[in-house]
């Protein structure tokens, strides 16, 4: 994946800790990314593919998520099944994308 951190050469590289959650928020958000898409098209006047494609980075997503209006589908969604968007579970969910 592009950007992904690599380790030291002869070092293994260590998992990431995401704080329990991320597979949680990666399901979530893999779960409704059609709604998801479709508010960030609606409220952001943007395609999240063609951003991420171009880098979006794991904490801007989180903020621009974050800051979705609560009259988007996706906040309604993530109201009934709460999960804590920490960054490194963010981050897990985006490298799982």
Not at 30 to 52: F, G, I, P, S, V
Not at 60 to 65: D, H, M, P, V, Y
Not at 76 to 95: C, F, K, N, Q, Y
Request: glycine share 8%; proline share 5%; aromatic share 8%.
């Amino acid at each position: 994946m592009p950007g992904a951190v690599q380790a030291a050469p002869g070092k293994p590289r260590r998992p990431r800790d995401d704080g329990g959650n991320g597979r949680a928020v990666a399901e979530l958000i893999l779960k409704h990314w059609r709604l998801l898409y479709a508010d960030w098209r609606r409220e952001y006047h943007a395609d999240l593919m063609d951003e991420m494609d171009a880098g979006l980075s794991w904490w801007e997503f989180a903020a621009l998520l974050a800051g979705l209006s609560e009259h988007s589908v996706w906040r309604r969604i993530a109201s009934e099944e709460p999960v804590e968007l920490t960054g490194d579970a963010v981050a897990a969910a985006i490298d799982n994308l």
